[in-house]
Every structure is written in C-alpha cells, then in structure tokens.
C-alpha cells in the first residue's frame, strides 16, 4: 500500500490522491471508535507513504463517533496533513465537525464545509 495506488479502500473509508490533495471518504452509516480511528489513520498513513499532502475529509457518512475515536483523530490523525477540509453536510455531521474543532483542537489548519469546492479552494494554499 502506497503512493503509486491511486486508490486504497478499507472497512470504514476509502481514499485516493488527486492534484495533490488527499481525499479522504468515511463509508456510509460508519461509526467512529478508537478501534475505528486508529484503523483509518494507520491505513492513510501507510497509503501516503511518508509525503504530507492537505487532506479533503469526507465525514458525510458518520452516523456516529465516541470521545476516544474524536481525541485519537485531533491527535494523531493529524500525522503527514498540511491542513484538512471537513466536508459535512448540514446536521448531524455539521454538529459533530463543529463541536471537534472546539473540544479537540486539531494541530493543523482544519476548517469545515458544506459544499466541495469551497473545501478545495482552501486546500490550495496548503499544495
């Protein structure tokens, strides 16, 4: 698993590498536990093969997550980003990405958004 795959797929998310941006997309009804959390960031870690890029986050299929999956990705699930985009939808993803940049304070630029090309178009300045 590496960066010459364009594309990488596990249980709870899959992810692929474009214009130098690492998009990133949680499965649909995905709930995010420690397990869950440390599974995704080792398997994204692995796929970028040590390069950083800015990150795309898709979190439109999170039905859930628990303290210790948030606390885990606000830490280390921050390893090789230059920034992330949270791409939510409005409610409860909306709620949850929210209340993550509050409570856990991410180490690099984070920012969350309704639509895609506002996500990308902050993700530029991070390429």
């Keep these: 698993m590496n960066a010459a795959h364009d594309f990488y797929e596990n249980t709870y998310a899959k992810f692929w590498i474009e214009h130098g941006i690492l998009y ?17 960031v ?8 040590e390069i950083a890029y ?10 859930e997550s628990d303290k ?5 990705l606000a830490q280390t699930g921050s ?23 509050k409570v856990n304070k991410p180490i690099v ?4 958004f309704n639509d895609k090309q506002s996500a990308l178009a902050f ?3 991070y390429k």
């Design 24 to 40: 990133f997309e949680y499965k649909p009804n995905t709930t995010v536990t420690l397990t869950v959390a440390r599974k995704v």
């Design 42 to 49: 080792t398997d994204r870690i692995r796929f970028q093969n």
């Design 68 to 72: 210790a999956g948030r606390d885990y």
């Design 79 to 101: 390893v090789l980003t230059k920034a992330v985009a949270i791409l939510s939808n409005q409610g409860i993803s909306q709620t949850m990405s929210s209340f993550y940049l």
């Design 54 to 63: 800015p990150v795309l986050c898709d979190i439109r299929g999170i039905i």
């Design 123 to 125: 993700l530029e300045y």
């Design 109 to 112: 630029p984070t920012s969350y």
